[in-house]
């Protein structure tokens, strides 16, 4: 029979519960508190999904499901993509070039559907609106580079964040222009290379350099495993110092590579972002650091960007986390553009919008680096 | 020690009504916490308030009338919960097994047949994407027919009187099924015997206290899932040894998820015995074994190790022993991937999989081979003897369960010999 | 023989056992025994053993379940249509 201990604690446990999820604790006690009230996924989960959605393979993501908890997980969180489920690499919207550090370009003034939304590539091979032609007086041009959410995988080139941020500050009166140069599937030493090889001859006059999962996961190393593994010059000497150290040789499988260079993970995102920053100061050109988290993983990216906080001190540059956008949602998976791909949809860029103007409207050092001076605005 | 003792029964005074109030004002509470804490998502909710309409409703129904409203209701909640076509999917695949088993021709003709369904199906798993599939129908398809089938058609075999359609339905479609895709091996026997056997009263009383105990769990699992290490990075013996532990831990989700699911199942008068029993205070290999999810452990049991055993006990209960210990963990390792086909579509035969369930394998033989030396009797008092135990065996559990979620071995032994990229 | 007395031996059986230590008066007739965990594998195999020699049955794999091996009663009431067949 049902005891009288079993409806004490029934009592006691629905009673604290309660009242714990209705009133806030002072302190890092109630701040501990709230962070559990939002279900979270650790590291390792994110990856495994992350491996997934982001044209990555899928195989890490299904490995992990061989025990009870990664079922659960992948069963909760996840369901099978179709098997014609695009990766960008895998359509006709690229240029594969053997001999490049990037290995795939966007393929200029291409037209196909991705993900169920449409992409058009404009004349400069990116995925945005045709590039303004430059001129003396003309609005001052911003660069955001990053990776498939900001691209926009899944939703219009109108739904973007980057697209509604640059029709909200141009309504606002700011005469700027945000180019979109970020392509899906590109780590951060893929970014690095966009910063320095890019932004220049496209007469960039500030830039927003975006941090996401892809960037910053154990996996973030992909891009330089792949060029090791195929025999190619991975271009920098830092990671070719990197490739030494880790004792990379030749005729070594991708996926051994990748477990070598795990351990220089924080030492290469560290050389990335501060050779990016690096150049912005060299070339005079205002740069900050933009957060930016998938619906429903936010706290893994908040750990490993924990992590990085001491270089981000050394930087000095403004940092812009958009870990809440997406706090007023209670089921984040109803932002995912489909149950097995994690990219927001277009309401995910609203809130992602959203987040990062009342951002750009607090602090003067963003406004600072946007608009080339400090406008102190009321919000 | 009896749970007795140790637990006296309550003597129900106040008046029906009363008891009704109390009951319903905790699941309110617990719907409550649900919303208020974001346990799981918003289909969960709906099931929660749907388990609790139905216990309303239950409660004051005839008790002759208890049974056939638990079928019925869990019917109709399929339709809400999952749609229409999945429902009309899963309910011709049911009633296609139970048409099958009840055909007036020779057992071995009938398994035969319903043997050809499954592969039909396993076959047609491979559908994923097809218009008139809706996403996510073949892991309920696997979650519900996978393994009951098999315990479903080993009590049939054995059956004194032909199976009741409505024992078929209430056995398989099981509301908390319908959200919880890793579900437990509910034994076909205990399921009709669990039936009416409890007051409802205490029944759902102690529905009630698993359902908060798995919330709990799934609120504990959220502190794991906030503090474990980077495996990539764990490259120091505290760390490595920190992100063992906490991915053991992580188990706690699947165990929160158990506990909710018969909870639930409780409200209805079913009394489904524990699926997992303080697992974490495992003192050896076997006691881990008969404490964590004991669902699969009681199917394992029932299906391959008696069967095996009996067969073959007149050689010596040892070597019977050892032989059915054997075959029951590759069984396991075998159903195991057999599962993962079916919820996630591959097959999962990797080498750390193997190695964990050969090694606890071999762990069970060695325990078996004592348990049949030495018999033991149950005891649950604590000693210096069983506080070691208890650490032990935690420690040798951490560290196969951390071999069985790594992706390969080489990233495991990278783990442990402190060079990161553990995952 | 008398499901008394059978009731008298399995009884015995399972505190001398199963629950060495344990007050009779505790050990009730319809007290869930498989599904509580206090009878596992190893119990289930010790318990058949000693119904066999001790009644002259047979018990096959299928016959160890809930069915019959769930409870006191359960298991006389088994033993005794074992006996009676």
New interface residues.
Partial sequence: ???????R???L???L??LL??FTVPGWVGEFIT???????????A?AVTAGYYEDLL??A???????????????KH??????WPRLHDTEGVVWDDDSYQRFTLSPGSMFSYKGAPLEVNADGYRDRPFLPRTEDGPRRIAIVGSSITMGSGVPVEMTYENMLEDSLRAEGHDIEIINLAVAGYRGTQLLDVVLESLEPLGVEAVLLVINDLTVN?RAMLHVARLLSEGRDPKYAFLADVADRAGVVSGMKE??IL??L??F??EVTEWWITTAVQWARDHQVPIALLIVPQPATV?PLR??VK?LQPIFETLDVPIVSLYRSYDLV??Q??LWIR?WDRHPTSEGHELLHQALLSAIRKRADVQGVLFGQETPHED | MSPEATNPPIRWQSSRPVRFLLLLAQLVGLAFIVHLWNIESTLFEDLVLLSILGFAIHYWLPVAWRYRFFVGYSLACAFVILGIKASCGLFLIGLLIYGLLRLPIPWWLRITMVILLGVALMVARTLVGHPWVADGFWPLVGSIFMFRTIVYIYDVRHARNPPRLIDFLGYFYLLPNYYFMLFPVVDHQTFLVARGRKPLDDCAQTGIRWITRGIVQLILYRVVVLYIPDPMTATTIPGVAGFMVMTYLLYLRVSGQFHIAIGMIHLFGIDLPETHRKYLLASSIADFWRRINIYWKDFILKIFYLPIFFRLRKRGEIQAAVIATSLAFFATWALHAYQTYWLLGVPLLTLPDTLFWAILGFLMVLSSIREMKHPRPHDESWSLGRVFGVIVTFAVITTLWSLWNTPSLDAWVRMISLRGGGA | MKTDDIREKVRAFILDEILPGERPENLLDDMPLRTSGLIDSMGTIRMTSYLESTFGISIAAHETGVENFETVDSICQFVAAKMAS
């Fill in positions: 029979m049902s005891g009288h201990r079993d409806l604690a029934s009592l446990t629905i009673g519960l309660l999820g209705l962070r559990l009230h939002v279900p979270a996924m650790s590291s390792r989960e990856d195989d890490a299904v490995v992990r499901g061989s025990t009870p908890t990664g079922l659960v997980r992948l069963m909760t369901a099978d993509p179709p098997a014609d154990p996926e051994a477990g070598r795990a351990p993970n924080d706290e750990k490993r992590g209670r089921d998976s109803s149950p």
